[in-house]
């Protein structure tokens, strides 16, 4: 018996709660771009190579103004000027620069300056380059005594970087949260006495779970493609081999309906669903390195990390867009987020059995 | 004719509690039958079964001769009203039943002129667009009971229906009930209110820790189990008291004599209270009765007289 | 409780250990050496552990081949009279470390420091006292927000029509409401900060100004949580709405990344978010320690406690209002 009516009837609430909730479903394709733009701006800080500069010049004299215009003048640093000591040294110490300069109240060229570091791994690079401005009493570093940088493969700005990096990291990120906040329909059935009714109509539950897992598969997938469609078309990202990209986010939409399933039958209550559900996605997307890449972590959380789907979906995309990758090369992603995706929906159909007491033979 | 709703030697128990213990049932074809009891009598698990909800343990239940587990044919024969709502509040009536329509498997064609005249059946036709979360209490139950008849079935089962229902809507969800009954469908109907039971039902049978203990039309029960009418006589001087009671238990047809609360109570043997006799015997006495009130026995007497609990503890 | 203490401790460690390398990336390291021979532990001093793999490359194009393929994550050319640093564009981390050892490996490193009086800025933050401090803010925004949404729902549910029908008056009644959310998001930081600071060693500066910063946090929470609740939609999809607008005032104030390579862009945004706010006083108090002073909460101070008095009020009017509804309906 095909479950085409079991379809009809949930494309008929779905259809009419559309139709009511317009503008929350547009936000719930807008919100992720907003989210995109705000990642992929933060991340492409972390791409700019540029040493920043902290200074405090409370007299502003020509000689540190030059001294100061000198250091900018260098492409490889940028000034960010403070108002008083505290808040430069807060500064150093917060990372947000590599070093700070103090100019005294008298000061010129060839005079020493304070300079508060912080031990990153940018402070004496920075030193270096911040000392050769500042000494007017000897010949500047000259270019060729500076390494230059080469960029092979694509030359990209580094906000492009970031994007590119938190345009998949966030589709990715929302099939979870779509899969998750979805779980919601299935509570709602449970709750509320809908499958027990059910039981009682021609049609069979395990159609009605089908058909819940597909609305939710359907959700995290559109979801994804709009996502992928803009991204490339607004921030010009080009995500790699087009039916690498598909059959990752098929699959990584088959994530989201497992877990739409999974937790549908754990989850008490719908609003659990609209609370913890984007909590525990947000964590899931860490682990699986949604907020940043899990190649800057230590390997041990790296490896934990895989037990998060995002992070074989994360794996699978990044090597579609960074490493011109073809589908091949990613099956081994895809099937293992099919796994996840088959053992979420089990687990859930299992737990479903329990809990209903279902114990109607096989129609 | 065969019965339409067929149940024999229905068994479900939790654990070690036996919630359902051997109920047969058997509605036919234009016949309401209630299944009466207190709160926890086994009811909704009995319904249950019916309806395919839930598995027994043993016993089977056939709808217009198919096992209601065999599959959706039999399913598609049974219009079930679940005590719980069934319904979503964020989309309208109309929405609602559409849904349900379809899980009955309603052929589109025909879905929408299901829906309006279920709409119509239970009164919400100027309504069927709006939210359901605007509607009354009493309606949002009314739409719930059309949820169980856009697919015509054979046998309707409603499982309390009228719980924290209004007068005017439990009055609606009667004369539906009626008219379903009149077009020829099945009907079985649970209840702890015995008005409900009495007005509606062809038959009853009385259920109690999980056991149907009699079964028969109401009048019949009443008649036969809570005996007659219970007279209760006041007289002017309560010292005449004893006198009244041997002049009571004097009349014929008349039964089980006691004093209590100021008043002489007395049962009538048959349905004839015998009031006529009673004040003429009274005032030949030199009794002056100063009121008498009837009693007419209902199902919560019966009840009573069976289990010695009351319906609604 | 769950949600309240334990996952904030569990985000912590998660981010942290996230970020606790965030000085020695592990990568793979082309090094073309012209010239001189170069031993890995003169040029990276900072990164002769583990993280740093160095792979020997003959000359550049081979060095530049690699990095192009994927093979290393970024390459240097040092000790020949044309240094460079060969990265990928898109990998911009191990890019920063390969440009910091060319630099170091560059001749005039020697000429470091000649004008300069290094002073110590007095430690580090570490990225786990950092967002030991971020997911406090962020799941006491949480906890507030669950705490505001349902007295929401009471308000909505004539719950409060109700509680006219008391002897207590309006007054008391919000008073008392408010004053149980502000102690609630209170005892949920300072247990936070104990624990932090008891299990991770996170100091969080001088109590007395932590203390006053934690008030106006807490005020701020429910400022927030107080106008987010006000957006006219239904119970389930307000609980949406405001984990989700949580979690973008958590980003948009830098909550999830580590401060170090933010852009400029995000100072400015996160100013104007008191979450942002927040995580500024707390961890400038954190950093600065026996030397922060008033000064160095007072922005923070000001602008949450505005947003918390606009919140309050505008949930103290709504309440009235639905005082009101319920003598209206009582009539």
Partial sequence: ?363 | ?313 | MLVGLVLPVVLTVLIAAAFSREESFAMRLGITATGDTLSARVVVPGYAEDPVELIPFNDRAAASAAVESGHVDAAVVVGGPAPAVIVNGYRPVPARVARAIAYLSAEDAARAGSHVQLVSAGGKIRPLDYFAISMTILFLTFLIWGAVRSFQEEKEGRMLARLAATPSRPHEILAGKYGAMFALGLVQVGVLIAVSGLVFGVNWGQPLLVAVLALATVGAALGVASILVTVPVRPERRALIGMVSMFLLAVLGGQFFPPEGLPDVFDRIARFTPNGQALFGFTNLAALGKASTFGTIAEPLAVMSAVACVGILLGVVSARRAFEIGDGAAK
Avoid at chain 1, 40 to 68: C, H, K, M, N, Q
Avoid at chain 1, 212 to 232: C, E, K, Y
Avoid at chain 2, 35 to 53: F, Q
């Fill in chain 1, 1 to 363: 018996m095909t479950a085409r009516h079991v379809w009809a009837a949930f494309g008929v609430v779905g259809a009419a709660r559309l139709r009511r909730n317009r503008f929350v479903v547009a936000v719930h394709f807008l919100l992720p771009l907003v989210f995109i733009g705000v990642v992929g701006v933060a991340l492409g800080g972390y791409g700019d190579p540029t040493f920043v500069i902290g200074v405090l010049d409370s007299t502003g004299t020509a000689d540190t103004e030059r001294a100061i215009a000198t250091i900018e003048a260098d492409p490889d640093l940028r000034v960010r000027r403070y108002d008083d000591d505290t808040s430069l040294r807060g500064a150093v110490l917060r990372g947000r620069v590599a070093v700070g300069i103090v100019f005294p109240d008298v000061w010129r060229p060839g005079d020493d300056v304070k300079v508060y570091a912080g031990e990153g791994e940018s402070a004496v690079p920075a030193l270096t380059l911040v000392d050769a401005g500042l000494a007017a009493d000897r010949a500047p570093v000259t270019a060729a005594e500076l390494p230059t940088v080469v960029a092979v493969g694509s030359q990209l700005s580094s906000l492009q970087v970031g994007l590119g990096y938190a345009a998949p990291a966030m589709t990715v990120q929302f099939a979870i949260v779509t899969g998750l906040v979805l779980s919601s329909t299935l509570v709602e059935l449970r709750e509320r006495g809908f499958l027990a009714r059910i039981l009682a109509t021609p049609s069979a539950v395990r159609d009605v779970l089908g058909q819940v897992g597909a609305g939710s598969w359907q959700a995290a997938f559109a979801q994804a493609v709009f996502l992928i469609v803009v991204t490339s078309l607004a921030f010009s990202i080009e995500w790699g081999d087009l039916l690498g990209v598909t059959l990752v986010t098929v699959a990584l939409a088959g994530v989201a309906m497992g877990l739409s399933v999974a937790f549908g039958t754990l989850f008490r209550g719908t609003r659990q669903a609209y609370t913890l559900g984007p909590l525990l996605a947000v964590i899931l997307g860490m682990l699986g390195g949604t907020f940043w890449p899990l190649r800057i972590v230590p390997a041990p959380l790296a490896v934990l990390g895989h037990v998060s789907p995002a992070a074989w979906a994360m794996d699978a995309y990044t090597a579609l867009e960074f490493y011109d990758a073809s589908w091949v090369d990613v099956l081994a992603d895809i099937g293992v987020l099919w796994v996840m995706a088959l053992t979420l929906v089990t687990l859930g159909a299992l737990q479903l059995r329990g809990t209903l007491h279902l114990r109607r033979l096989a129609a």
């Fill in chain 2, 1 to 313: 004719m065969g019965a339409v709703l067929e149940a024999r030697g229905l068994v479900k128990a939790f654990g070690a509690r036996r919630a359902v213990d051997e109920v047969d049932i058997a509605v036919e074809a234009g016949e309401v039958v209630g299944l009466l009891g207190p709160n926890g009598a086994g009811k909704t698990t009995t319904i249950s079964m019916i309806a395919g909800v839930l598995r027994p343990d043993s016993g089977t239940v056939h709808v217009d001769g198919l096992d209601i587990r065999s599959g959706p044919a039999a399913r598609a024969r049974l219009g079930l009203v679940t005590q719980w709502l069934t319904l979503y509040h964020d989309i309208s009536g109309r929405e609602n039943l559409e849904f349900w329509g379809r899980m009955h498997d309603v052929p589109r064609k025909r879905l929408r002129a299901a829906v309006d005249r279920a709409l119509a059946d239970v009164g919400l036709h100027d309504r069927a667009d709006d939210r359901v979360d605007t509607y009354s209490g009493g309606m949002q139950r009314r739409l719930n009971i059309a949820v169980a008849l856009m697919h015509d079935p054979a046998l309707l089962v409603l499982d309390e229906p009228c719980v924290g229902v209004d007068p005017q809507s439990r009055n609606a969800i009667f004369e539906l009930v009626e008219a379903r009954r009149d077009g020829g469908v099945a009907v079985l109907y649970t209840t702890h209110y015995m008005e409900e039971a009495e007005r509606l039902c062809d038959r009853v049978g009385i259920i109690d820790a999980g056991r149907v203990i009699e079964e028969g039309a109401p009048a019949e029960l009443i008649a036969r189990l809570a005996g007659g009418t219970s007279l209760r006589i006041r007289v002017t001087d309560p010292a005449e008291h004893e006198k009244a009671v041997k002049v009571l238990a004097g009349i014929k047809g008349l039964r089980g004599v006691t004093t209590g609360d100021g008043a002489v109570c007395v049962r009538s043997k048959g349905s004839d209270p015998h009031i006529a006799a009673v004040v003429a015997e009274l005032l030949d006495a030199g009794i002056t009765p100063s009121s008498i009130d009837l009693d007419t026995p209902s199902l919560e007497d019966v009840f009573l007289e069976l289990t010695g609990k009351a319906l609604r503890d």
